[in-house]
Structure formats: structure tokens, C-alpha cells
Nanobody
Framework: QVQLVESGGGLVQAGGSLRLSCAAS????????MAWFRRAPGKEREVVAT???????????DYADSVKGRFTIYRDNAKNTVYLQMNSLKPEDTAVYHC??????????????????WGQGTQVTVSS
């Protein structure tokens, strides 16, 4: 069992930055691949970025208003924490951001149903 708690959300102006943190309980954090998802108002939850157990492999969503090049996912296994550094924020990034965990695989997973543990989420609001 893994419990996840996100923090770091808030209100920021367009062009600003935020760093989200997700603290995990338990002693086996390094056995899990981690991900950040987000759900914007009126939209489905979507993957933002994923990272493997060691931090050596990452994936960034490749959709309209892509986060690639603006967001960075990384982790500190000694602190049982995964981060999402968000730069050059846009109003379209406004959403509730959730972290998620799944047992490490050979490839990074991107679908909601593939993740077993979820945090409650943290609100990010970007004003224009």
C-alpha cells in the first residue's frame, strides 16, 4: 500500500512557475514508477508526465498545449518524493494535478487505469 500526498499548488500569473511535490509513504518508493496527471474543468483526467523507478527514464505528454519543454518531472528516492517543476505556465494549465504510482515496469505507463495509487490532488490556477 502506498499513500500519496500532493502539495505546492496555488494561484500564479501566466508565465510564472510552480513546483508540485508528491510525498509517498512506505519504504518501497523506489519500486514504483510515478506519474502526474491533471484534470482541467470540464475535461477528462490526462497524463502530464511519468518517471521510472530510478528517475532515468521520463515521458512527457505530447498533446496540444504540450507541457514538454516547460515541465520537468524528477524524483528523490531518499525523500520518497516526486516533483513536477512547471515553468512558463499558461491559463490552459489550470487543473487539479494528481500524482499516481504503479509497480515498476519495463516501459513507462501512461493510462489512468494502469496506476494503482492516487493522491487527492492539488489545485493549480493560472491567471491571464
Amino acid at each position: 500500500q502506498v499513500q500519496l500526498v500532493e502539495s505546492g499548488g496555488g494561484l500564479v500569473q501566466a508565465g510564472g512557475s510552480l513546483r508540485l511535490s508528491c510525498a509517498a509513504s512506505g519504504r518501497t518508493f523506489s519500486s514504483y514508477d510515478m506519474a502526474w496527471f491533471r484534470r482541467a474543468p470540464g475535461k477528462e483526467r490526462e497524463v502530464v508526465a511519468t518517471i521510472n523507478w530510478s528517475g532515468g527514464s521520463t515521458y512527457y505528454a505530447d498533446y496540444a498545449d504540450s507541457v514538454k519543454g516547460r515541465f520537468t518531472i524528477y524524483r528523490d528516492n531518499a525523500k520518497n518524493t516526486v516533483y513536477l517543476q512547471m515553468n512558463s505556465l499558461k491559463p490552459e494549465d489550470t487543473a487539479v494535478y494528481h500524482c499516481a504510482a504503479t509497480r515498476s515496469r519495463s516501459t513507462l505507463l501512461r493510462a489512468l487505469y494502469e496506476y494503482d495509487y492516487w493522491g487527492q490532488g492539488t489545485q493549480v490556477t493560472v491567471s491571464s
